[in-house]
């Protein structure tokens, strides 16, 4: 059993930034990959980004390529979304997310736990 809890959230003006932070506990912890999604209302869950946990290799969603940054902390068990150039539209409610095993990374049912979310709200 993997549980995850987000943090970082909140309300920041247009063209700020936020860390997200996503902290796992586990006996043992050794994923495949690490992802977020994020869900905005009224829409679907959708991909934000992904790290490989141990090569480290990641991956984006178009909408946040050159804005957004994920990376880990092995050690600590921890994921990070560096968010940079905030946009209204990327208001939403993020998800951290644990994959077990080799597959594609961007899409949310290859995960297998889930965080309870954290909101982040973006004004103009």
């Known amino acids: 059993q993997v549980q995850l809890v987000e943090s970082g959230g909140g309300l920041v003006q247009a063209g700020g930034s936020l860390r997200l932070s996503c902290a796992a506990s586990?006996?043992?912890?050794?994923?495949?990959?690490m992802g977020w999604f994020r869900q905005a209302p009224g829409r679907e869950r959708e991909f934000v980004a992904s790290?490989?946990?141990?090569?480290?290799?990641?991956s984006y969603a178009d909408s946040v390529k050159g804005r957004f940054s994920i990376s880990r902390d092995n050690a600590k068990k921890t994921v990070y979304l560096q968010m940079s150039s905030l946009k209204p539209e990327d208001t939403a409610v993020y998800y951290c997310?644990?994959?077990?095993?080799?597959?594609?990374?961007?899409?949310?049912?290859?995960?297998?736990?889930w965080g309870q979310g954290t909101q982040v709200t973006v004004s103009s």
């Open positions: 790290i490989s946990w141990v090569g480290g290799g990641t």
């Open positions: 997310a644990h994959k077990r095993s080799f597959g594609i990374t961007t899409m949310r049912g290859e995960y297998d736990y």
């Open positions: 586990a006996r043992t912890f050794s994923p495949y990959a």
